[in-house]
């Protein structure tokens, strides 16, 4: 299951999905949950209390009504201390997506990481095998083995849940694949030139090879092939090179050896050969099809030059006769088989990418990963999020639409939805979530260090991530003011604008001295990292669960003048763990008691603009398919910020929320007595996500160590607090705050509520004297609902 559109969307076109109700008054539901699995099958220690949920005014939220608080005593349960609403509501979640088709996983979305080099391009398929054109040769799925198939034994990393499937050997990428059923061959045109087929019916060889092959094209790779029915000329294929020249390919006999080819080519065709006989309604469609298809290469060709929204991106020809084409800007024209312009209609605004035709449908797939099913008039019969990322190319075979996504995932979708089966199979799969659920534990420790510009020693760096690392498996570490002067901020501004900057050297040392303190390269890997200005990310995964960490994308947004230096701002990363986003956003934000609003405006604007990215030195392959993205794609509610879309999202890093109404005495008695519940309710963080202007939905475990700014470097113990001409009013500066699944805090972990986290330890390491600032660290212990997808396949066949 993909980690971010398993959400119920609000909004979708199709009759799939029951609203939330949207009375004035509270609806409150309760729902109990039998004891979870873990990985192996076995019940779990955790067996979640009823969860209460209202839906309020049309969203999910919980309440504080006295005879609320009195249930949830009942038991046991509290509300969490600040409530999210519009845009940081709390993602909903389903075991089963109640806007959609029950879909078939032939593939679940793989780990960008672990699909270097062998990218799924291109699908085609017959009523027993799915094939599909890899970057490193061709994969074939058999149909009768999806459901009860058991896992693939020779499946490469990444692929140890999808369906059994046999693969290839090496090949050059293959860009596009023709099915060839009266032969029982495969032909695949690659990105050498070369044309390819393959059996259908392959050996048991662990590879399989191909049966022949020829060079079609000698610079410019095969992007189509078309098999036609031409029986007089013995044409077996047209083949469209990078230049739009169509070419007719025959294979003579001493190409394909195998008798049974042999003989049907025994007769070669002539330019003086006539018909004889009329076309058959097959021929004439082919024909109809390569004239429109040379008439709209003409119009995408001089639309390219002119409006570049309008370029054709996919043809397909319905049973009536007509060819669709669909442009980059959602809009889909119908021609006539001479090219004349029939109707144009547009029921999306995100680009086409791929159509496909069985009798009286079209079904669409567009960047958005959206897919819609039209009639042949072009009314639109239903549609929903296919994937979270475009659907390149679909295929039909048995009873299935297949889908591809530009992420590698496959997936069937019924011929016969929307329709009644669709829901008794949606409710059958919700009553058997338990059996194909399983619930995965992971310790993450989160670290965040105002450094002033200066360098730690390797003992700082133990106390403060050493000392606690060995018990987790995911280490975040964020880092503010790593180097401020004017050189390092303008060199920041210029890699953000696109220019070539110098590598600011004190990043890497960090990042290196980090690694050595968690003994990179033995026990823990580094997935990620994202710098701005004088800020700094980094995460790294220990051995046994970096198999289940990858799709790591970083953001960075600027909050100093104009929102364009990044003296102040947010870096971030995005993290798939066990097939769930957990996003990691380190902040700096405005300095000074007074400027509370300027603090608040900071947070608002980076966690409603701050955009994920593939970063600079990605493991993703260079030859992948890189589709254009548009301002709609992937956007799956008006104006919804990415952060919203995670499972789980951590703030951290230097606030700069000050106390109010105190003095620098008067804090220095409440420290040396250890009053921290006194201090904190002057604490102007606290007192503005009291009010909702700031951190809205988010937690905080509980403050016991003393504020954290300002110290004196090199001076230990409360002492060091800064007693200059300034005297600057101790405060808790630097702080972890976290939001997960759960909408209420008693909410159990299931697939209605994905990851929920629990804090086991919240501390300053007062000892280490090297910045003004003290490191900050928040360990958290995170529970993780995912789905068994051979499990849940077999569910689906019985």
Same mark, same amino acid.
């Given at each position: 299951?993909?980690?971010?559109?398993?959400?119920?969307?609000?909004?979708?076109?199709?009759?799939?999905?029951? /609203?939330?109700?949207?009375?004035?008054?509270?609806?409150?539901?309760?729902?109990?949950?039998?004891?979870?699995?873990?990985?192996?099958?076995?019940?779990?220690?955790?067996?979640?209390?009823?969860?209460?949920?209202?839906?309020?005014?049309?969203?999910?939220?919980?309440?504080?009504?006295?005879?609320?608080?009195?249930?949830?005593?009942?038991?046991?349960?509290?509300? /969490?201390? @600040?409530?999210?609403?519009?845009?940081?509501?709390?993602?909903?979640?389903?075991?089963?997506?109640?806007?959609?088709?029950?879909?078939?996983?032939?593939?679940?979305?793989?780990?960008?990481?672990?699909?270097?080099?062998?990218?799924?391009?291109?699908?085609?398929?017959?009523?027993?095998?799915?094939?599909?054109?890899?970057?490193?040769?061709?994969?074939? #799925?058999?149909?009768?083995?999806?459901?009860?198939?058991?896992?693939?034994?020779?499946?490469?990393?990444?692929?140890?849940?999808?369906?059994?499937?046999?693969?290839?050997?090496?090949?050059?990428?293959?860009?596009?694949?023709?099915?060839?059923?009266?032969?029982?061959?495969?032909?695949?045109?690659?990105?050498?030139?070369?044309?390819?087929?393959?059996?259908?019916?392959?050996?048991?060889?662990?590879? @399989?090879?191909?049966?022949?092959?020829?060079?079609?094209?000698?610079?410019?790779?095969?992007?189509?092939?078309?098999?036609?029915?031409?029986?007089?000329?013995?044409?077996?294929?047209?083949? @469209?090179?990078?230049?739009?020249?169509?070419?007719?390919?025959?294979?003579?006999?001493?190409?394909?050896?195998?008798? @049974?080819?042999?003989?049907?080519?025994?007769?070669?065709?002539?330019?003086?050969?006539? /018909?004889?006989?009329?076309?058959?309604?097959?021929?004439? +469609?082919?024909?109809?099809?390569?004239?429109?298809?040379?008439?709209?290469?003409?119009?995408?060709?001089?639309?390219?030059?002119?409006?570049?929204?309008? !370029?054709?991106?996919?043809?397909?020809?319905?049973?009536?006769?007509?060819?669709?084409?669909?442009?980059?800007?959602?809009?889909?024209?119908?021609?006539?088989?001479?090219?004349?312009?029939?109707?144009?209609?547009?029921?999306?605004?995100?680009?086409?990418?791929?159509?496909?035709?069985?009798?009286?449908?079209?079904?669409?797939?567009?960047?958005?990963?959206?897919?819609?099913?039209?009639?042949?008039?072009?009314?639109?019969?239903?549609?929903?999020?296919?994937?979270?990322? /475009?659907?390149?190319?679909?295929?039909?075979?048995?009873?299935?639409?297949?889908?591809?996504?530009?992420?590698?995932?496959?997936?069937?979708?019924?011929?016969? +939805?929307?329709?009644?089966?669709?829901?008794?199979?949606?409710?059958?799969?919700?009553?058997?979530?338990?059996?194909?659920?399983?619930?995965?534990?992971?310790?993450?420790?989160?670290?965040?260090?105002?450094?002033?510009?200066?360098?730690?020693?390797?003992?700082?760096?133990?106390?403060?991530?050493?000392?606690?690392?060995?018990?987790?498996?995911?280490?975040?570490?964020?880092?503010?003011?790593?180097?401020?002067?004017?050189?390092?901020?303008?060199?920041?501004?210029?890699?953000? +604008?696109?220019?070539?900057?110098?590598?600011?050297?004190?990043?890497?040392?960090?990042?290196?001295?980090?690694?050595?303190?968690?003994?990179?390269?033995?026990?823990?890997?580094?997935?990620?990292? !994202?710098?701005?200005?004088?800020?700094?990310?980094?995460? #790294?995964?220990?051995?046994?669960?970096?198999?289940?960490?990858?799709?790591?994308?970083?953001?960075?947004?600027?909050?100093?003048?104009?929102?364009?230096?990044?003296?102040?701002?947010?870096?971030?990363?995005?993290?798939?763990?066990?097939?769930?986003?957990?996003?990691?956003?380190?902040?700096?934000?405005?300095?000074?008691?007074?400027?509370?609003?300027?603090?608040?405006?900071?947070?608002?604007?980076?966690?409603?603009?701050?955009?994920?990215?593939?970063?600079?030195?990605?493991?993703?392959?260079?030859?992948?398919?890189?589709?254009?993205?548009?301002?709609?794609?992937?956007?799956?509610?008006?104006?919804?910020?990415?952060?919203?879309?995670?499972?789980?999202?951590?703030?951290?890093?230097?606030?700069?929320?000050?106390?109010?109404?105190?003095?620098?005495?008067?804090?220095?008695?409440?420290?040396?007595?250890?009053?921290?519940?006194?201090?904190?309710?002057?604490?102007?963080?606290?007192?503005?996500?009291?009010?909702?202007?700031?951190?809205?939905?988010? !937690?905080?475990?509980?403050?016991?160590?003393?504020?954290?700014?300002?110290?004196?470097?090199?001076?230990?113990?409360?002492?060091?607090?800064?007693?200059?001409?300034?005297?600057?009013?101790?405060?808790?500066?630097?702080?972890?705050?976290?939001?997960?699944?759960?909408?209420?805090?008693?909410?159990?972990?299931?697939?209605?509520?994905?990851?929920?986290?629990?804090?086991?330890?919240?501390?300053?390491?007062?000892?280490?004297?090297?910045?003004?600032?003290?490191?900050?660290?928040?360990?958290? +212990?995170?529970?993780?609902?995912?789905?068994?997808?051979?499990?849940?396949?077999?569910?689906?066949?019985?």
């Amino acid at each position: 299951m993909e980690p971010d559109d398993d959400a119920t969307r609000r909004k979708g076109v199709g009759s799939y999905g029951q /609203p939330a109700p949207r009375d004035a008054e509270a609806t409150f539901i309760y729902t109990r949950h039998a004891p979870l699995r873990d990985r192996h099958g076995g019940e779990t220690s955790l067996a979640p209390a009823p969860s209460l949920v209202a839906w309020v005014d049309g969203g999910l939220c919980s309440a504080s009504s006295a005879s609320l608080d009195r249930a949830l005593s009942e038991y046991g349960g509290a509300l /969490p201390e @600040f409530v999210g609403a519009g845009a940081f509501r709390v993602p909903l979640r389903a075991a089963v997506h109640p806007a959609r088709p029950p879909a078939l996983e032939v593939r679940p979305h793989p780990l960008r990481e672990t699909q270097v080099g062998s990218f799924l391009r291109t699908l085609a398929c017959d009523r027993r095998q799915l094939w599909a054109g890899a970057e490193c040769g061709v994969r074939v #799925w058999p149909l009768d083995e999806v459901f009860f198939g058991a896992r693939c034994p020779a499946a490469r990393r990444g692929d140890e849940e999808t369906a059994p499937f046999r693969e290839s050997a090496p090949a050059p990428p293959a860009l596009c694949v023709a099915v060839d059923a009266a032969n029982r061959m495969v032909w695949t045109g690659h990105r050498d030139g070369r044309i390819r087929a393959w059996r259908m019916d392959q050996g048991d060889a662990p590879l @399989f090879t191909e049966a022949v092959s020829w060079q079609a094209f000698a610079r410019t790779p095969v992007l189509s092939i078309v098999v036609t029915s031409d029986a007089r000329t013995r044409d077996l294929l047209r083949v @469209f090179g990078m230049d739009g020249h169509v070419e007719s390919a025959r294979l003579e006999p001493p190409m394909m050896p195998e008798q @049974f080819i042999e003989e049907e080519i025994k007769v070669k065709p002539t330019k003086k050969d006539k /018909p004889q006989c009329s076309f058959t309604f097959l021929q004439k +469609s082919r024909n109809a099809l390569m004239g429109a298809a040379d008439a709209m290469r003409r119009v995408a060709t001089k639309g390219t030059l002119i409006e570049d929204n309008r !370029r054709t991106e996919a043809v397909a020809q319905p049973m009536d006769g007509t060819i669709w084409s669909g442009c980059t800007n959602g809009s889909i024209i119908v021609w006539d088989g001479n090219g004349n312009k029939l109707q144009e209609f547009q029921h999306h605004v995100s680009s086409v990418q791929c159509m496909e035709t069985f009798g009286e449908r079209v079904w669409v797939g567009y960047a958005s990963g959206t897919i819609q099913v039209m009639d042949v008039e072009g009314n639109l019969l239903a549609g929903w999020t296919a994937h979270s990322c /475009p659907v390149i190319k679909m295929a039909i075979g048995g009873s299935y639409i297949f889908s591809l996504a530009h992420h590698g995932g496959i997936r069937g979708w019924p011929l016969s +939805s929307p329709g009644p089966l669709d829901d008794i199979l949606r409710t059958e799969l919700a009553n058997r979530e338990l059996s194909y659920m399983r619930l995965e534990n992971i310790k993450i420790l989160v670290g965040t260090w105002n450094v002033a510009q200066e360098k730690a020693s390797y003992e700082s760096l133990w106390s403060w991530l050493g000392s606690a690392s060995p018990d987790v498996g995911l280490v975040v570490v964020g880092l503010q003011e790593v180097e401020m002067g004017a050189g390092a901020l303008a060199m920041a501004a210029a890699k953000e +604008s696109g220019l070539r900057a110098v590598t600011n050297r004190s990043w890497s040392v960090w990042i290196d001295n980090i690694g050595k303190t968690l003994d990179e390269g033995i026990s823990f890997h580094r997935v990620g990292s !994202r710098q701005l200005a004088g800020l700094l990310i980094a995460a #790294w995964a220990r051995n046994d669960l970096k198999p289940y960490v990858g799709d790591v994308d970083a953001a960075a947004v600027p909050c100093g003048f104009g929102h364009a230096i990044g003296n102040k701002g947010g870096v971030g990363l995005r993290i798939r763990v066990h097939d769930r986003r957990i996003c990691f956003v380190n902040n700096h934000f405005a300095a000074h008691l007074e400027n509370v609003s300027r603090r608040n405006a900071d947070f608002d604007h980076i966690y409603r603009t701050m955009t994920f990215n593939k970063p600079h030195g990605s493991t993703a392959s260079t030859t992948s398919v890189q589709l254009p993205k548009t301002a709609s794609d992937n956007q799956t509610d008006e104006d919804t910020p990415e952060l919203a879309e995670a499972d789980m999202v951590v703030f951290l890093g230097d606030f700069n929320y000050r106390l109010n109404g105190i003095t620098y005495d008067e804090a220095r008695d409440m420290v040396s007595q250890r009053s921290f519940d006194w201090l904190r309710e002057r604490d102007q963080l606290r007192i503005e996500m009291k009010a909702g202007n700031v951190f809205q939905g988010m !937690r905080e475990g509980a403050i016991k160590f003393p504020p954290t700014y300002k110290f004196q470097r090199h001076q230990p113990g409360l002492a060091g607090y800064d007693s200059g001409e300034k005297k600057r009013i101790p405060a808790w500066c630097d702080r972890i705050l976290y939001r997960d699944s759960r909408s209420v805090s008693i909410a159990g972990c299931s697939l209605e509520c994905p990851v929920v986290a629990a804090i086991t330890s919240y501390e300053a390491c007062m000892d280490v004297t090297d910045s003004d600032h003290k490191p900050v660290r928040c360990t958290f +212990s995170v529970d993780i609902a995912r789905v068994d997808e051979l499990t849940r396949r077999r569910s689906m066949e019985k």
